[in-house]
């Protein structure tokens, strides 16, 4: 599963179950919209999610807060504004962030 890094998204977003630590499941899956394609999808959980890594050479588990479940889109997307107000700052080049 891609996981992309997206300056438009406004929460993390966790495809697979398997991705999360503990999930909270939504007593009524709520919507979501997608800017770029101007559709909607379910969000049907919110909780805690990790994904494995490499950075800089080493292999990192890195866990998301209040990421949610959103089992219909085609890939997990990083939301780089809730980095941002974690303190994180995210670099770009060409290739990779």
Known sequence: MPTLIDSGASDHCFVNRESFISLTPLHQPTMGLAAAKESIFNVTGKEKAKIKTCINGTNRNI???DALH???????????SKLAEKGVKVEFDQHEA
């Open 63 to 65: 866990t998301f807060e």
């Open 70 to 80: 959103t089992p219909e889109l085609h890939s997990n997307l990083i939301s780089i």
